[in-house]
């Protein structure tokens, strides 16, 4: 049975104004991964089936991958739905995710995995498997798995993946066009006089308040704009190339992202915990 309901459940609202709390993102998140683990599981086991049985079968074991192919892309967008709602309470946390590690930190891209990775990910899983089945492909037999694309599969992915890189570096430079705004005049003025305040000792804490979110208010809208860009180019990414693949080459796919995003995960936590307990 789907885990769908586990980490659907941390989307109620814990509090009477009805804003999440980073804390219940990330226990939704620690949800999310454990669900992301189950439908690995099920990607693997029924990728095995599928290699036994497509001999004598092949139409009808292909026909059997596309329902779970659904239910993993499903599982990614409800991640980005749930993202995109807290994101509009919280864009800075979304940014810099505590529920993530430093491994993970230092390969963020606006709050998230760099959309190209995904192709570079592909022809990294492509070689791998063209290489296991050098002696099938020699001797004509198909593998039917990534190391089998076609030329019109990679013409496809090429076009795809220049598509993405263009539209990776729009977005990277209107963030840091964005990024400038920090020192507008609105800021540095800001700045000044808040300091000056300090120094006079003046007590306008509730009025500084105001002030100061007044003035990053559209700073933090901007960046849940280009948040919300980027998210939803990640998962177009996810879904254009899968499009491009047969079933059993979504598979995969899509076992190969998710091996590489939990592992990654894990190994960045052991290496956050081994170096607090040496400290």
């Given at each position: 049975?789907?885990?769908l309901?586990s ?6 609202p ?11 993102f990330?226990k ?44 993993v892309?499903?599982h990614y ?5 749930s993202?995109?709602?807290?994101a ?9 995710p505590?529920?993530t590690s430093t ?16 192709f570079?990910?592909?022809?990294s ?13 020699i ?11 076609s030329a019109?599969?990679?013409?496809r992915?090429?076009?795809?993946q ?11 430079e209107k ?14 003025e ?5 300091t000056e305040l300090l120094?006079?000792?003046?007590t306008g804490?509730?009025v ?5 979110e ?5 700073k933090?809208?901007g960046l ?15 879904k ?9 080459q979504?598979?995969h796919?899509?076992?190969?992202a998710?091996?590489l ?6 190994w960045g ?11």
């Open positions: 049975m789907s885990k309901a980490s659907a459940a941390y989307l109620v814990t509090s009477t104004n009805s804003s999440p709390s980073r804390e219940t990330r939704f998140f620690e949800c999310w991964l454990g669900e992301q683990n189950n439908y690995l599981e099920q990607l693997i086991s029924t990728c095995k089936d599928y290699d036994h049985n497509r001999k004598n079968s092949p139409q009808s074991s292909q026909a059997t991958l596309q329902p779970l192919i659904n239910r892309l499903e967008e409800h991640y980005y739905r993202k995109s709602r807290w509009k309470d919280d864009v800075l946390s979304m940014l810099s505590s529920w491994l993970e930190h230092a390969f963020l891209w606006i709050g998230g995995w760099r959309p190209s990775v995904a570079h990910l592909l022809y899983k492509s070689g791998h498997q063209l290489e296991a089945q050098l002696h099938e492909l001797t004509g037999l198909g593998t039917g798995d990534l190391g089998d694309l019109s599969q990679l013409t992915v090429d076009q795809l220049r598509k993405t890189v263009r539209e990776e570096n729009e977005l990277t963030l840091a066009k964005h990024q400038e705004t920090v020192a507008d005049s609105s800021m540095v800001l700045a000044h006089e808040v120094r006079s000792e003046n804490d509730e500084e308040e105001e002030r100061v007044s003035t990053l208010a559209p933090k809208d849940q704009e280009i948040l919300q860009v980027a998210d939803d180019l990640r998962l177009r990414t996810i254009d190339v899968i499009e491009i693949l047969t079933p059993i979504a598979v796919f899509l076992i190969a998710a091996e995003h939990l592992r990654l995960h894990d936590k052991k290496g956050d915990w081994a170096r607090r307990v040496h400290h």
